[in-house]
T-cell receptor, first 114, second 117 residues
Framework: GNSVTQMEGPVTLSEEAFLTINCTYT??????LFWYVQYPGEGLQLLLK?????DKGSNKGFEATYRKETTSFHLEKGSVQVSDSAVYFC?????????????FGQGTRLTINP | KAGVTQTPRYLIKTRGQQVTLSCSPI?????VSWYQQTPGQGLQFLFE???????NKGNFPGRFSGRQFSNSRSEMNVSTLELGDSALYLC????????????????FGPGTRLLVL
């Protein structure tokens, strides 16, 4: 079945450092890809998405490019802030017969130190 | 536009009891999905409803059930609670366009945290 693999966490960086969180997927067909973020005690917030190969999703300084040749959707940010500390989830749409279903990676906990 | 709302936000139950969780989707959204989040298993899909019909179901026992009402609000029920059912239950809604099938963005609520003692 379809699956998503994220880099192991936790990840700890200093403020203004460059961030990369790796995400690779296995899927049949052409899924949409998503990054969601979860702050402590909250639900998931959509960070960005891409719906087809070579699409770049971007939001709040974060970017990710849908790479079909490497089946990847790595999350990057040029300069992280303390407020970016959260858990990040990579996900793909797994939509049998049009139904909605997301398959998530295991999540990567990010801590940014001032 | 209001986001996805879930009630209650926190719940404590004992083994063997049953529980019902409620989800109100974003206005105009007709698809509602439910997910279970635990530290050990991560985020797992429970089921999805569209137009009051369950279209897809994850790999959970029959103790987990749900339904959707004509106003798109959804409930999920867990009967005969077990300690392992302690989790954050997340509801998500999406706006479905038939031409793109099931690939629409899902927007999540804050979740209901269930503790089973």
């Amino acid at each position: 079945g379809n699956s998503v693999t994220q880099m192991e966490g936790p990840v700890t960086l200093s403020e203004e450092a460059f961030l990369t969180i790796n995400c690779t997927y296995t899927a049949t067909g052409y899924p949409s890809l998503f990054w969601y973020v979860q702050y402590p005690g909250e639900g998931l917030q959509l960070l960005l998405k891409a719906t087809k190969a070579d699409d770049k999703g971007s939001n709040k300084g974060f970017e990710a490019t849908y790479r079909k040749e490497t089946t990847s959707f790595h999350l990057e940010k040029g300069s992280v802030q303390v407020s970016d500390s959260a858990v990040y989830f990579c996900a793909l749409s797994d939509s049998p017969q049009g139904a909605q279903k997301l398959v998530f990676g295991q999540g990567t906990r990010l801590t940014i130190n001032p | 536009k209001a986001g996805v709302t879930q009630t209650p936000r926190y719940l404590i139950k004992t083994r063997g009891q049953q529980v019902t969780l409620s989800c109100s989707p974003i206005s105009g959204h007709r698809s509602v999905s439910w997910y279970q989040q635990t530290p050990g298993q991560g985020l797992q899909f429970l089921f999805e409803y569209f137009s009051e019909t369950q279209r897809n179901k994850g790999n959970f026992p029959g103790r987990f059930s749900g339904r959707q009402f004509s106003n798109s609000r959804s409930e999920m029920n867990v009967s005969t609670l077990e300690l392992g059912d302690s989790a954050l239950y997340l509801c998500a809604s999406s706006l479905i366009f038939s031409r793109t099938g099931g690939r629409e963005t899902q927007y999540f609520g804050p979740g209901t945290r269930l503790l089973v003692l």
